[in-house]
């Protein structure tokens, strides 16, 4: 089989995105310089459409049991769906809409922490844009990253996306409920994960029969 590998893109285009990353880089500094100033742990949940972030999120409020405790950074490119759905647990959420832009950057974050009110949050949990690629490269200023993967994305998906896990202090294989439906082993994408990255806790979960989210917790810190 021909495999034809992209050069990349060209000089002027490199330049900018170095100067581009190298800018966020510093405003997430400067983000978690003001979240450890104020004394709120704040984990940034990244993983694809569909695989069940807000769902985890919902159950981590839920276990947590800290009400306002826990504030949410939403991100989605226009609907305030998962928003809506986060503040029926009594948390305080903020929608960030990114129009085009696939993932979430520490500016936005930035905006989104000076315009929501942080008296007595300990918890900020920033649900990131669905996407397996984009979020991996921009760091928001967080404690931890979380990537969240599903049985329903198939066997091969840890193995696609390197990058985003080797960026994940814990990655969540959620749904393992229909691990048998969907012919998936997740006993290999475990195999997959700690191939990619060692380091990170690899966690299975039922996030909407709360099944794992006690080792999410742990793992986390919260």
């Known amino acids: 089989m ?9 000089i002027f285009d490199i330049e900018l995105e170095k100067d581009l990353l190298s800018k966020n880089r510093s405003l997430a500094k400067a983000n978690r310089k003001k979240l ?11 993983g694809s459409i569909g ?7 919902k159950a981590l409020i839920k276990k947590l049991n800290r009400g306002e405790e826990v504030g949410v950074i939403a991100g989605d490119l226009t609907t305030t769906i998962d928003a809506d759905r986060i503040q029926e647990e009594g948390a305080r ?8 832009e696939c993932h979430l950057d520490a500016n936005l974050i930035r905006q989104a922490i000076d315009q929501m009110k942080l008296e007595g949050v300990k918890f900020l949990l920033i649900e990131n844009v669905g996407n397996l690629i984009c979020p991996g490269e ?12 599903s049985v329903t994305e198939g066997p091969y998906m840890i193995l696609k996306h390197p990058y985003i896990f080797k960026q994940a202090d814990v990655i969540v294989l959620n749904k393992i409920d229909l691990a048998k ?14 191939q990619i990255n060692p380091k990170a806790s690899f966690i299975k979960t ?3 029969s709360g099944k794992g989210i006690d080792q999410v917790i742990r793992a986390l810190g919260l």
């Open 2 to 10: 021909k495999i034809i590998k992209s050069k990349g893109p060209e």
């Open 36 to 46: 450890d100033r104020l004394n709120i742990t704040a984990i940034d949940v990244m």
């Open 51 to 57: 695989s069940g972030k807000t769902s985890l999120i």
């Open 93 to 100: 959420v903020i929608q960030v809409n990114t129009g085009k």
């Open 138 to 149: 921009f760091p928001l200023g967080a404690h931890k990253r979380v990537v969240v993967t």
């Open 181 to 194: 439906a969907m012919k998936v082993n997740p006993s290999q994408l475990e195999r997959d994960a700690k």
């Open 206 to 208: 039922n996030a909407l």
